[in-house]
């Protein structure tokens, strides 16, 4: 009897299951092409960035040479193709590559480049606090002390990534300017940190010995 009862719950729950694909079997099977769908998209969207960054890299490789080729034209060219058509980090460094090789023929204007990117939201904070530093270099002969003091004090914090090199700058167009109260106060941030790079140490000693002795009170 209780076989009987077995075969009976197996015809109602094999007749459910009919009826509930009868009806839900479009949708089921629509859902499963959606996934699949899903899955190769994405998996050709990946497909399609990994070349896109592989093309990206070998271009940048060949700008790259032309740089050490000295061809600082042509280089300058192909790093503004990949500036406007790269993947965004070849794009950002393309950006920046761009305004260095400007910069070995027309500073003002690689200023602007770097000064453009330190103001660009979309770029990220590290690149934005290179543009600034890379700009005051381009600068540190034609102007000011005061003006590289705007551009660059906040770029000496003790956290932040390029302190070493603005001090350094700040610390050179105080002297050039004159003033030596304000090129030892760089100078001794450079020699109290002790993260500061060796041979920047050595630079800022050599700099240190040219300042005239702190007058005794």
């Known amino acids: ?22 009806r839900y079997s479009v949708f089921i099977v629509a859902g499963a092409l959606l996934v699949i769908a899903a899955v190769g998209g994405w998996r050709g969207y990946q497909y399609l960035e990994a070349k896109k960054a592989a093309e990206a890299g070998g271009a ?20 503004n193709s990949l500036a406007a058509t790269a993947p965004y980090g070849y794009r950002m460094l393309a950006r920046l590559r761009a305004a260095a090789e400007l910069g070995s023929r027309d500073p003002q204007a690689a200023v602007k480049l770097y ?29 000011s002390y005061p003006n590289m003091l705007q551009r660059l004090e906040p770029s000496t914090a003790a956290a932040a990534t390029f302190r070493h090199t603005a001090r350094e700058l700040l610390a050179l167009s105080a002297w050039r300017a004159n003033d030596p109260t304000a090129a030892r106060k760089w100078l001794d941030l450079i020699a109290n940190d002790a993260e500061t790079p060796p041979g920047l140490r050595s630079r800022a000693e050599a700099l240190q010995a040219l300042l005239p002795p702190v007058a005794k009170s």
């Open 60 to 79: 940048f490789d060949r700008a790259v040479e032309l740089s050490e080729q000295s061809k600082h034209s042509e280089a300058e060219a192909a790093f």
């Open 115 to 143: 000064d453009d990117i330190s103001a660009d939201h979309s770029v990220g904070a590290l690149e934005q606090e290179l543009a600034k530093v890379r700009a005051a270099g381009l600068l540190l002969e034609t102007t």
């Open 1 to 22: 009897m209780s076989e009987l009862f077995d075969e009976v719950d197996e015809d109602v729950r094999r007749e459910q299951l009919k009826k509930l694909w009868d």
